[in-house]
């Protein structure tokens, strides 16, 4: 018999729409309960994400419909939800996820793999699969409903007819069964030959608690005990678990109160950590991650995701790419590629731009003819983008200072190229990008370079080097590659590798930093720049082309460049990073201009400085003049060496406490992480008193964070207290250019179409307050002062 809802659908959704046009193809289905915490329920998700994502989905609000009975067994109400939903889904919805009221959904990342998975007629049931056995009968996989079941719409047409089916017949399964609406629902579409697609890691993407009739796997029930806010807090409450909040894409299971919370974490990551690659294990490593159950008393293990989820996904990635490289930097308008004649053929397919990825054909155009003319020393190649009008115009000062023919470290007046177009000095610079503006003999453009972003960079500087490798390895004896923020001295660099290092030994050298692995092993790696020996060039043809591969079908081309390098030179050749100079020679910009100094270059290191990162166009040309002055002044050596390798420097702690009260407020390094910085924040020249008010929530506060730094640039007759801000929205959206910098243009304020959370400053706490520590640490979650023993504790800021 058919069992349909007591309360009419158009009713019920004319009370519970929250957004009357649609947002997006996405549409959040959420039930909730009778009784008070229905109401605080939505109160929590209406402040949070679910008015927070307007742009990217739909949300309803719909109360949990009365029971009704099938063979005599209650029919569990999230089931007639789904009946009364496949009747009347509305027009725009391409998916319908449907989550409990104790949910926090993460809607802008699920909307992007749902786009991805769109092509895939054949994925239809997603979710985080939880087994069911029966007697004598076969398991059956099912979507748990507390980590959110996902429909396709084409699905829902025929579902409402399914499940009158399944009910009438009382599914033909125990009563038990219908206890259970992931059960029913499961059941039901498994027998109408329907199956399910797990698309979520749960052990990073989803967390919840399972249902008190459901078994974990022994292995885990230890960590299911945990409640799901106390794993996200565990997992991501710190500094450096706070960048990858972003990548949780469901939690079910939390109060209100950890709704909000959450939020303003999510915020917090999406502002301060922009480029997170946001890829799961169980998607990069199939082979090492499994999914396991108990079926029978026997072990039973399936891949994290579906293959055909992550088929999907994989091609997904590639057709973006192949349809931005048909772009030309539009992606509204198709258009052919640049003429044959320079690139060579045109790419058919997302399959033939990764075969170019991995094995690439020779560029004919006049920059590879410098190359290809051989005999230079040093090759420096600069990876351009013309993202913004900064990045360009960075581009462009590149070739007008130290990129330029001739002029050496920038002694001034240029010298004759050599035969064949080189530079004339040793050193062959060429900017690397095919929507980059410049001349044809400078500016190397080869036909699968595509430029996705940021965050799929790593594509684009493997795809270089394995580009090098095939084609010019005898051209150059180094190869170097930066970025177009980087101001490079060019002379002092080609005297280092000259004097110091051997091109036919392997050398991977830049300013090193490390990072740790998941073994546990630290990985050196070079940052803003990497120069690469010809010979380990030359043995890193093959590991490259694995390298790329693994990138696109295991990582979806994200990542991070410099880590990304360093990992596949030590997995595939044992090649570890190297330093290539001194601490001060390779200073950061930052560290450099402590102190207001009067030179642009460090004064420790000079005309010999190496490197310094992050120049922009303004201060680009400048440098290269200020270098050139330098290089003009010393006196000739007979030797023709200049720049002897130093000593490090003995640390100067009184320059660094004055960098940590520049940059960091006098030390208070909680405050700053990522993308969140002093100057984004608190520099008053730049936001006016009070710093800017995107960054202020109950934590982090402009007294706290920004402090004497601050205070001393606003006039004496005005204190930085004084200009504090009361509620305002805080955008933690990213950004919609993700390498532009933290200026005045970047930091947007709160729209409609940007995921936004209120946050109110935390007022000053009277005395009663201050006898009992921080209010915002006590929760009904068993935390309470009483617990901690702290005694006159005071305000913890």
Known sequence: RAVGLRMPLLSMLTWALLQASAGGRLCVLVELQTGRPRRLALQAAEASWAAANSSSGSVYFVPSPRSEKAEDVDVPPGVLLWKAWSDSVPEHCSWVLKVSADTYVNIPAISSRLECLEPARSIAYLGVPKVVSTEGGPPMRVADRNAGVILRRALLKTLGLWLDECLSQGGGFPGSFLQYEDVVLGTCLWMHGVELHSWLDPMEESVYAPDAGTFAYPAFSSFYEKRPFARVMEAHGDSKGLSTMQCVLI?????????GQMHAMMGKSLRWFRNIACVPGG???PELTSAHSIVNGKDRSEPVFSPAVRTALQECFMSAAFARLH????????????????LGPALLSADELLQEWKSPIPSKSAAADRLRHGGHLLCVFVLATAATVRHAADAAAVLRSWAADGGGGGAGGARDRGAGGGSGDGVEVLLVGRETEGPDDKVLRLRGDVDLGFLFNTVRAFYLWRYLAKHHIDDCQWFAKVDADTFVNKEALKERLQRYFNPAELHYLGSIKETLLGSGRKLPFTVNAAVLSREVLRQAGPWLEVCIDDLARRKLGRGAEDIDLAYCLDFHGSVVAGKMGATHEIMSRGMAKVGGAKTLLPAA????????????????LKMHAELAGLVEARPASASGHYCDWPAELVPDKAKWNQ???????????DCWMGDFNWRACCDTRIWGLGGNPLCWDEEHRFDRCCGDAASEQIPENVSAKS???????????????????PDKASVAPASSSTLTATMTTTPTPSDAELDRGNPKCWTTEGFSYEVFGILQGGWWP
């Open 605 to 620: 290191s000079g005309a010999c400085t190496l490197l310094q990162h992050p120049v922009h166009a303004e201060d680009m």
């Open 723 to 741: 200009s504090g801000r009361g509620a305002f929205a805080a955008a933690v959206g990213p950004s919609s250019s993700p390498t532009t910098p």
């Open 283 to 285: 998607l990069m490593f």
């Open 251 to 259: 939690v079910g299971g939390v109060t209100p109160s950890e709704v």
């Open 327 to 342: 772009s030309n930097g539009n992606p509204d308008v198709a258009s052919p590629q640049p003429a044959a004649s320079d």
């Open 659 to 669: 960098y940590m009260k520049e940059t960091h407020a006098s030390g208070r390094t």
